[in-house]
Structure formats: C-alpha cells, structure tokens
C-alpha cells in the first residue's frame, strides 16, 4: 500500500469488536494477535493519510445496545474478545455502524455514510473472511466500489476458508488482495 492513502479511500473494520462467543470463536481467537497488528497498521495509515476509519459491527442480537455497549459487552472480564476489543476500539475521531447480519451495508446507514464522506473506494478487514468481509465485498461492488482487502488483516475460522473467500474475492469480483504492506494503488 502506499504510504499516502488516496483522498476517496476508507477503512471499513468488520467485526472485530467481538466475544467470539459462538462455533469456531476460540479458533479466530487463536488467529487473533497478527491481524490486530495488520489492522493497527493501517488504522496508523489511514490516520496519517487523515481518511476515515468506519467501524461496522454486529450488534449480537442486543437490540437496544449501542455501540458503547457493544464495546463493553465485548470487553467484560472473561470475555474472549476482551484483549481484540481493548486494542481495537473505535477512537473519538471514528465512525461506527452497527449491523443486524452480515454485510456491512445489509439494513444499514453505511452507504449514506460513504456518500456523505465522498468515498469512492474501500478497504475491508476484520472477521470473518468469509462471511462478513465477503457479504460487504459483494455489496460494495455492487455498487461499483474498488475494493482492497489485506489478506493478513482478515481471519476466518479456518485458513482455507479464508484462503477460498479470498480467491473468490480477486477472482470474481476483482478485489485486490495483499498484505498489508502490499501495494494498493487503487484502494
């Protein structure tokens, strides 16, 4: 990625406020202390390239919850999620959606918020590879977004699954697929 992010470009982070409480969440928990470091990094690039960081996480079926609670939820002592939420929580100068399902723009207000932000292109990462991150890469270009995904800011409960989701993503939809120090010219 180039170390100036382009003036249309966001970062969608998926999911990674979570309790990890569910099938497979203790197998994403062990896959975890990278890809918080792969996303810690291009937060700290989309920081300095002054773009929008835009939070999109599951509201766990907690429907009166708002996003400070969906952080302390996740965040609670014996939570397994407590140490991702702690180190990835929504700064002051973020944006945050909450989501019913899986993609980020499923019943949501993402693509007004992207419209208001004059976004023309995106990078997605967090959980998981290939559910969340995938359905919103199907969304997002559907309506017609470039799309970058770091392959080490991404987790799936098994590496093949993620690895699938991955190719389907560069194979069919065009994504472009790297490490994080990867280069992105378009994203």
């Not at 290939?130 to 392959?151: E, G, S």
């Not at 799936?156 to 389907?168: F, G, M, N, V, W």
Request: glycine share 6%.
């Amino acid at each position: 990625m180039p170390s100036r992010i382009p003036s249309g470009s966001a970062l969608l982070i998926i999911d990674v406020i979570n309790d990890f409480a569910f099938p497979g969440g203790d197998q994403l928990t062990q896959q975890m202390g990278p890809v918080v470091d792969a996303i810690e990094a291009l937060r700290a690039r989309y920081d300095a390239g002054q773009r929008p960081v835009i939070y999109v996480n599951d509201n766990f079926g907690r429907w009166r919850s708002n996003f400070d609670e969906v952080i302390a939820w996740c965040s609670r002592e014996g939570a397994a999620g407590a140490a991702v939420a702690s180190r990835l929580k929504p700064r002051g100068s973020d944006y945050f959606v909450l989501k019913p399902a899986q993609s980020a723009f499923y019943q949501t207000a993402l693509a007004t918020l992207l419209d208001h932000l004059e976004i023309s292109h995106l990078t997605l990462a967090g959980l998981t590879g290939d559910q969340c991150v995938l359905t919103t890469a199907l969304d997002a270009h559907i309506r017609n977004y470039p799309l970058w995904v770091p392959a080490d800011a991404v987790a799936s409960i098994t590496e093949p699954r993620k690895q699938r989701a991955l190719d389907h993503m560069r194979e069919v939809l065009g994504v472009r697929v790297s490490p994080v120090s990867g280069a992105c010219n378009e994203c």
